[in-house]
């Protein structure tokens, strides 16, 4: 099928979801004295495949987007104060979502009530 398995992502996947393996605050009715393991199908079983075909699509390059302006430091942002390179600006579409804490408020909200 043209996927090709990749273990760095994997392994960058199983190792964020592990973050939350031991919280008990996710919603109220979680008991802080029990063991959820929380993420357990992720951060166990997980695994990463791309498929370069269809990464290479146009309309896909926002999800392989990151800063490239290296005259400050790896990553700099192209063609804001402090960075020469201006002909590369990131568009905005491609820009990670800025999560904020009402955005975290309104997640809280949607899955407070989940039977466990």
Known sequence: MGFLYSDE?????????STDKGRTDIIPAMDPTKNYSVGQHLWSTLQVYINPLVASLPEHAHLMAEHGCYAYGKGGECGIA???EVDSVLPDSFKPLKLTDDMDKE????IKDLKL
Do not use: D, F, P
């Open 9 to 17: 992502l994997t392994q960058i996947m199983k190792e964020k979801a």
């Open 82 to 84: 402090g960075n020469r």
């Open 107 to 110: 997640w809280s909200e949607l």
